[in-house]
């Protein structure tokens, strides 16, 4: 029994059950290894990513209990680490498939929060909020559906649609939380003075990294959830563009200045 399969929804909520005995295993063993490898490694990678989410996720909750939120934004953050859990633990079983090594089955660590002594708690939790909820899961949210419109396998399409549905939640309890504070005056000046500050980190630092490393699409990766990083930077820039932008300017808050940053960096399609 796999760790996901273990700590999953007969033990753990109402979550989708994943049919790993129909995992690809036969498709993935017929890849050419550098195609095989490098699949395993990008989910490694979201591995890692998706138990730092776990502290971090832990750490807006008990911020935001503080401090003083909606409830529905507390059960829904409360949910979005043990939603983490869930997903490090497919990630890993996940890649396990691909590379040709044990993956570990517990790892330590958590993200470090941004340091800004000179803001209230709140505020500072609401930066964290932006940035980790509105801007990188709306983001991710789209990136798991362009992978999800390319995924051909059955097995891997139910594994990233199983992510996105939580993802889109993660997402939406960000912009919840802002428009509040927006809405109750406080939200507007502080968000407005770190904007810049909050894309360079969540977005441009990204943009720079797959310029570094140019990767161009593969059908027979795609097929079994993969994403090359020329596709994603584009998700990331039109996501930007699109999405995240509006949604900005929606709430109230004055974006001129970081669309024309946005647009003088290079991070707009
Ligand atoms: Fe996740
Ligand atoms: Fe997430």
């Not at 273990?6 to 033990?11: C, D, E, G, K």
């Not at 550098?34 to 971090?56: C, N, P, S, Y």
């Not at 992510?163 to 968000?191: F, I, M, Q, S, Y």
Request: some cysteine.
């Amino acid at each position: 029994m796999t760790l996901s399969e273990r700590i999953s929804p007969s033990s753990i909520g109402t979550r989708r059950v994943l049919g790993w005995q129909s995992a690809p295993r036969a498709a993935i063993a017929a890849l050419p290894a550098h195609k095989r490898l490098r699949i395993g490694a990008a989910w490694r990678f979201r591995m890692e990513q998706e138990h730092l989410a776990v502290g971090h996720f832990a750490r807006l909750v008990y911020e935001l209990a503080a401090t003083g939120a909606e409830p529905v934004v507390l059960a829904l953050l409360t949910r979005a680490a043990s939603d983490e859990v869930r997903h490090f633990a497919i990630c890993r079983d996940y890649a396990a498939l691909f590379v040709d090594e044990v993956l570990p089955e517990r790892l330590e660590g958590s993200a470090r929060p941004v340091p800004r002594p000179h803001l209230a708690r709140r505020e500072q939790a609401l930066l964290e909020v932006v940035e980790t909820c509105c801007v990188s899961e709306t983001l991710t949210g789209l990136y798991f559906t362009e992978m999800l419109a390319r995924t051909t396998d059955p097995f891997a399409r139910s594994l990233v649609e199983s992510l996105l549905e939580d993802e889109l939640h993660h997402g939406r309890v960000g912009w919840t939380h802002l428009t509040n504070a927006c809405r109750e005056g406080w939200g507007k000046p502080v968000v407005e003075a770190h904007l810049l500050e909050l894309f360079e980190r969540a977005v441009g630092s990204v943009l720079t990294l797959s310029a570094s490393r140019r990767e161009g699409d593969d059908l027979s990766m795609e097929a079994l959830a993969w994403l090359g990083n020329d596709t994603g930077a584009r998700i990331y820039r039109e996501g930007l563009r699109d999405m995240l932008l509006p949604g900005l300017a929606a709430v109230g808050l004055d974006v001129g200045a970081l669309r024309e940053a946005a647009h003088t960096r290079g991070w707009l399609p």
